[in-house]
């Protein structure tokens, strides 16, 4: 058995890890994330980059309701437990966000057509980006906590779990038995996921 916390050199999380590295600086950059990461985001910015991403996240877990169904090998990753689209409920209800006048930016449109049209497997580079999003996100959720923000259930959705429940989605996605071309598909879908929330990040803050 290993103790190792670093994927396997050649697994599917290296690999996802490793491609999308250069978009995650960039993402990582945006002048939106660094609001975000200062607390210095206004209230009707945080309310518009939540609404988008409940409209994302709101698709992406139906369709992994589907493709749970459909492949038996994504049950062990137990995906129900990570999902996100009711914790943004609850933070646009407290931000009193009428969710039936969110529309979509760009951004959010073109993510959900490819979300639509994907197999399983490259639904979970697609998941990929979001789950390990949480990571920052918990770092982002405390700068937000001390300017005065407590909307906060979809930035740090499960405290001090977080870091043992990344290792459990890493180690459940490196012993799942992917195809060579699936694992092409998943890095090349997480790399457009990474493209498709900078675009957003950058129409969010432009509005
Ligand atoms: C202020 C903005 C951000 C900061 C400070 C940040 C920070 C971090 C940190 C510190 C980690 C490493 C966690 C670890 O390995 O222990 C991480 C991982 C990750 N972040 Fe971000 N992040 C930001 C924005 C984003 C955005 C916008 C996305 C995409 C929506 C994203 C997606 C990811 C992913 C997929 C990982 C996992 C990488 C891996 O495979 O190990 N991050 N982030």
Redesign the pocket.
């Known amino acids: 058995m290993t103790t190792s916390a670093a994927p396997k050199a050649d697994s599917i999380?290296a690999r996802?890890?490793a491609g999308?590295a250069a978009q995650?600086a960039v993402?990582?950059s945006k002048p939106l994330?660094?609001a975000?990461?200062q607390g210095s985001i206004g209230h009707a910015q945080y309310q518009k980059y939540l609404a988008q991403r409940w409209l994302i996240h709101r698709e992406l877990e139906n369709a992994t309701d589907l493709a749970l169904k459909s492949d038996s090998r994504l049950l062990s990753l137990q995906l129900p437990t990570l999902y996100q689209t009711q914790n943004l409920e609850t933070d646009l209800a407290q931000l009193k966000t009428d969710l039936r006048s969110i529309q979509p930016l760009p951004g959010a449109s073109h993510l959900i057509q490819e979300i639509h049209q994907a197999k399983p497997a490259t639904l979970m580079g697609i998941y990929?980006?979001?789950e390990?999003?949480k990571?920052?996100a918990r770092?982002?959720s405390k700068s937000l906590a001390k300017a005065g923000q407590t909307a906060l259930r979809y930035l740090d959705p499960h405290g001090e779990e977080q870091r043992p429940l990344w290792l459990k989605f890493r180690a459940d996605m490196d012993a799942i038995d992917w195809t060579a071309t699936e694992q092409d598909e998943m890095v090349q879908a997480a790399q457009a996921t990474?493209d498709a929330?900078s675009s957003l990040?950058d129409a969010i803050h432009a509005g």
């Open positions: 999380m996802l890890k999308t995650h993402a990582e994330e660094a975000l990461i990929y980006v979001f390990g999003s990571n920052g770092y982002i990474f929330i990040d």
